[in-house]
C-alpha cells in the first residue's frame, strides 16, 4: 500500500514538471508580446517615448518597439482634410510624371528602331522634303499656265478697252476664275513652304534627342 502511494506520489510530481515545462514558452510569448513603447521625432528634433500614441508627433511617422527594442510597426501620420487632399494631389502628379517619363523612354526606344543611325534619319528627312517639294513644282506649274491663261483674256478684253462693261458675262466670267485659281494655288504654295518647316523642326528635334542616344551616353533610357 505504501509503495503504491509513493508511486502515484511520483507520478504526479512528474506530470506536473511536464505541465510546466509545456508552460515555460507560452509565458516568455506571452512577456514578449507585451505592452509596446511608442518613440519619434518631434518637430523640434527631440526624440519622444511614451507607452501609448504621441500626440505631439499625430503630423509625423511613429514607430511602436516591442519589449526588445524592435520595430513592431509603423504608425502613419493623422492627416487633416486639407492635408490628406494635398498628400493625395502630390501622389497624384508623382504618378502622372512617371507615365510621362515612361512614355518618353517608349518614344526614344520607338525613334531608336526607326533611326538607328544618323544616315536614317537624314535620308528620311530628304525623302519627305522631296515630296513636298514636288507638290510645290506642280503648283508653281499651275500658276504659270494661269499667267498664261490671263494673258489671253487680257488679250481678248483689249477689244473692250474703252468699255469693259461691253465685255461678254464668259469673258468676265474667265476673269474672275483665272484670278480665283491662281489666289488658291498661291496660297497652297505658301502653306506648303510651311509644311516645309515644320518637317526641319521635327527631324531636328529629333535629332536632338537621337544623338546622345547614338553616341550612347544614355544606354539607361533605351534599355529599359
Known amino acids: 500500500m505504501a509503495h503504491t502511494l509513493l508511486q502515484q506520489k511520483r507520478i504526479g510530481s512528474l506530470t506536473l514538471l ?4 509545456a508552460g515555460a514558452p507560452h509565458a516568455e510569448a506571452q512577456s514578449t508580446a507585451g505592452p509596446g513603447i511608442y518613440t519619434c521625432v518631434d518637430s523640434r528634433g527631440r526624440t519622444i517615448t511614451a507607452d501609448r500614441p504621441i500626440a505631439d508627433c499625430a503630423d509625423r511617422e511613429q514607430r511602436e518597439l ?4 524592435t520595430t513592431r510597426r509603423k504608425l502613419e501620420p493623422t492627416y487633416t482634410a486639407r492635408e490628406q487632399a494635398e498628400r493625395e494631389e502630390r501622389e497624384r502628379q508623382a504618378q502622372l510624371q512617371a507615365q510621362r517619363l515612361q512614355e518618353e523612354r517608349r518614344r526614344e ?5 526607326r533611326y538607328p543611325n ?6 528620311e528627312r530628304a525623302e519627305a522634303l522631296v515630296q513636298i517639294d514636288a507638290v510645290i513644282q506642280a503648283a508653281r506649274k499651275r500658276v504659270s499656265e494661269l499667267a498664261e491663261e490671263r494673258r489671253r483674256i487680257d488679250d481678248e478684253l483689249e477689244f473692250y478697252a474703252k468699255d469693259v462693261g461691253k465685255a461678254p458675262d464668259s469673258l468676265r466670267r474667265k476673269v474672275e476664275d483665272n484670278g480665283k485659281s491662281a489666289m488658291v494655288q498661291n496660297r497652297f504654295i ?3 513652304e510651311e509644311e516645309k518647316k515644320r518637317v526641319n523642326a521635327r527631324f531636328d528635334e529629333e535629332r ?4 546622345p542616344l547614338w553616341s550612347g551616353t544614355v544606354p539607361a533610357t533605351t534599355s529599359r
Open 18 to 21: 511536464l505541465l510546466a515545462a
Open 66 to 69: 516591442g519589449p526588445s527594442g
Open 109 to 113: 526606344r520607338a525613334l531608336l528602331i
Open 118 to 123: 544618323a544616315a536614317a534619319h537624314d535620308r
Open 190 to 192: 505658301a502653306d506648303q
Open 208 to 211: 536632338a534627342r537621337l544623338r
